[in-house]
């Protein structure tokens, strides 16, 4: 079987990643032959998520956006060499919540680290390996702040208790990446019925299935080599 197929999903806290996440998966495991993988960052491995319980506890209020940043690329190294590169090489569809381009937007911008370092970082990090593509839910942070109180359970995690200008700058950062790199990052507005979210993301990823999955009679792998400038 060829290569596998690469999707992330990103976007502002609350704006619907991991429901979308999971309707498309149903969508793709209902449609085509091929294994679906479903995964999320940070962790997606054990190692992954016991660095996610750092990254995220609110107790650590005092992690220096140096070590954030450096965290996040471990956990996405283990995760890129453990599931998904050898997902990607036995021909599954992997959808994953969040990538590079998170620690672009909420570390470089949101933060004010050079986003040079962490395209660097990254690119060490994940050998290069980009998204076919990207969705980018978009919604206003002060509305998907209120999905997530609205959610309820334990609270707010370390990163969604952050100022609200913070989170203002990841939505632009978001909107900025998408601008640079508009062939792999699909914007969608998130404020929208789930269902109008769902059907217009799935359209878009079963035309990519068929220009690319060969048994569909595309063409084949047409990943980037890397993160280059602007890029997660």
Not at 62 to 89: D, F, G, K, N, T
Not at 128 to 143: A, F, K, N, Q, V
Request: include cysteine; glycine fraction near 10%; charged fraction near 25%.
């Amino acid at each position: 079987m060829a290569n596998g197929l690469f999707i992330t999903f990103e976007g502002p806290d609350g704006a619907g990643k991991t429901t979308q996440l999971r309707r498309l998966a149903s969508f793709l495991t209902s449609r085509l032959k091929r294994p679906v993988v479903t995964t999320r960052e940070p962790g997606g491995t054990r190692i992954g998520d016991a660095v996610r319980a750092i990254l995220l506890d609110p107790a650590h209020a005092e992690l220096c956006r140096e070590a954030e940043m450096l965290l996040y690329a471990a956990s996405r190294a283990q995760h890129v060499a453990e599931r998904i590169r050898p997902a990607l090489a036995a021909g599954a569809v992997v959808l994953c919540d969040r990538y590079v381009d998170a620690s672009l937007a909420y570390q470089a911008y949101g933060l004010g680290i050079d986003p040079a370092v962490v395209v660097a970082v990254n690119r060490f990090a994940t050998g290069g390996l980009l998204p076919h593509r990207t969705y980018l839910l978009d919604i206003d942070p002060s509305e998907g702040l209120r999905r997530v109180r609205a959610r309820g359970g334990p609270g707010a995690d370390r990163i969604e208790q952050k100022a609200l200008a913070y989170h203002q700058r990841v939505r632009e950062a978001f909107l900025r990446l998408a601008a640079d790199d508009p062939q792999r990052i699909r914007v969608i507005d998130a404020s929208r019925p789930e269902e109008e979210i769902a059907r217009e993301i799935a359209a878009d990823c079963w035309a990519l299935c068929q220009r690319l999955l060969p048994e569909m009679g595309g063409a084949g792998d047409e990943t980037g080599c890397g993160c280059g400038p602007g890029q997660g």
